[in-house]
């Protein structure tokens, strides 16, 4: 007996370039970060052949979408203008256009003109806003132009201000309902594809990042699909005692239990870990299927 439309096997789907990409199957989000100063990898990836090379080998392991990012937003992260995220987006995205003609970009702003720009210029496929809007009043009616999938994140605060003593009644329910009021906001803007980021690291501590991930699959009642970014991240280090370095482990068990509770797209530093995470879930969701239909 063929298993039904459920929870473990609803179909959703992003429209990339006219190419729809299926996400019932979680898809696995590279970071490269072009900046001096991101809390894990800053300044790791400053030539061009490097990142060529960086992008080959994260391919390589099962890289589905690479998420480029000019604008470090780790807690205190200095501000950059806009022209200066532009420098630094732009020679990386050429080559990447140029090199990897096939590669799914997307492109980490809260600028609707940062986002205009790689769209049209470098024909970037995404657009990742850590703002989810609150940060530039004008963004949702340039993706409403641009008509390439968002994804929308929740933050508290800003880069600079989001982890002094981050407050919620219950966070779970107000970031719902923040995504709520966001949802409509965008439908009459005209977006059509929107991907939620419930923004784990962002305005939260410890225990907010932890309520989130027991609740991760309350958010599939907006029926899009949600991006997990756990990597590396300070819920992870700050439980284990340990730096961003020595995370990995730490990393891929907190993957575990979000594609467990439903996650779409993990954004990673390490690529191949996040696979064989996805494979492994992936097997024991099907065996839970087919179980239960036996």
């Known amino acids: ?3 039904k439309d ?3 096997s609803r179909k959703q789907t992003i429209n990339c370039g006219g190419e729809l990409i299926d996400l019932s199957e979680p898809k696995i989000m590279a970071i490269l970060n072009i900046t001096p100063d991101s809390f894990y990898d800053g300044g790791k990836h400053v030539s061009l052949k490097d990142i060529k090379s960086h992008i080959n080998n994260l ?16 807690p205190g992260a200095k501000d950059v203008s806009a022209e200066e995220e532009l420098e630094r987006l732009s020679p990386v995205l050429e080559m990447l256009r140029k090199d990897f003609s096939k590669l799914i970009i997307s492109v980490d702003t809260f600028r609707s003109e940062v986002a205009q720009r790689v769209v049209e210029d470098f024909n970037v496929d995404i657009i990742n806003d850590i703002s989810a809007g609150d940060l530039d009043k004008d963004m949702f009616k340039t993706m409403a132009k641009l008509q390439v999938p968002y994804i929308m994140m929740h933050m508290q605060g800003t880069p600079q201000t989001m982890q002094k003593d981050p407050q919620y009644k219950n966070v779970v329910q107000e970031i719902m309902e923040y995504f ?8 009459l ?27 991760l699959s309350d958010f599939k009642l907006f029926e899009l699909p949600v991006l997990v970014g756990v990597s590396r991240k300070s819920m992870i280090n700050k439980v284990l005692e340990i730096s961003p370095d020595k995370a990995l482990n730490g990393t891929t ?10 996650a779409n797209i993990l954004r990673v530093h390490d690529v191949k870990e996040a696979k064989e995470a996805i494979l492994l879930t992936s097997k024991y969701k099907q ?6 239909y036996e």
């Open 1 to 3: 007996m063929q298993p």
């Open 59 to 74: 391919i390589q392991e099962g890289a589905d979408i690479i998420d480029v990012g000019a604008y470090s937003s780790r």
């Open 189 to 215: 803007s005209g977006v059509n594809d929107v991907i939620l980021d419930p923004g784990f690291g962002f305005g939260k501590t410890v225990d907010h990042n932890f309520q989130l991930l027991k609740h």
């Open 6 to 8: 459920t929870f473990f």
């Open 253 to 262: 068990i907190v993957h575990t239990m979000a594609l467990l509770n439903g």
């Open 287 to 292: 065996t839970c299927i087919d179980n239960w």
């Open 180 to 187: 709520s009021k966001k949802i409509d906001a965008l439908k």
